[in-house]
């Protein structure tokens, strides 16, 4: 009996904090999403540019160089926004593996899931969103260029 109550008694405390952290992402989602929102925005502008730089200028001599700025801002572009999806994927994993404890233990707790000022979820699937965009970008960019 004095078993149960403690398992009670620790599930109610795990429980009591997952809502405090989930309390604590909203508000970091109120400051922060916005200004993500805008981040991921810029990234995916510096990394259309780089890739319209780089295709507009190649064919007049500056290859080399283009190339290579254009390869840099299109890594760093592509680096900042895997770090921030990483982030918050492993960060939304790990909510889920807790979420399934209190499931096991037949309590529900909402999702925790990041958001760039409700726009879009920031996980590894913005990831593939931007990927995708940025080759059908490429591919009617080099259409245009062509003819």
């Known amino acids: 009996m004095e078993a149960a109550c403690d398992t ?3 599930t109610s405390n795990l429980r009591t904090q997952y809502m405090a952290v989930l309390r604590e992402v909203r508000q970091l989602q109120d400051h922060f999403g916005l200004s993500i929102a805008c981040d991921v925005a810029a990234n995916i502008t510096t990394l259309l540019y780089s890739i319209d730089l780089s295709l507009t200028f190649a064919p007049m001599g500056y290859q080399m160089r283009i190339f290579t700025i254009s390869t840099i801002f299109i890594c760093y572009s592509l680096l900042r926004l895997l770090v921030v999806a990483e982030t ?5 994993s790990g909510a889920d593996e807790v979420r399934s ?3 096991e233990c037949s309590l529900e707790v909402p999702p925790l899931r990041f958001s760039a000022a409700g726009f879009f979820y920031v996980d590894r ?5 931007v990927i995708s965009i940025t080759v059908t970008y490429v591919i009617v960019l080099y259409q245009f260029h062509s003819v």
């Open 101 to 103: 404890l209190f499931a």
């Open 125 to 129: 699937s913005l990831l593939v969103s």
């Open 8 to 10: 009670l008694t620790s």
């Open 88 to 92: 918050c994927a492993a960060a939304s």
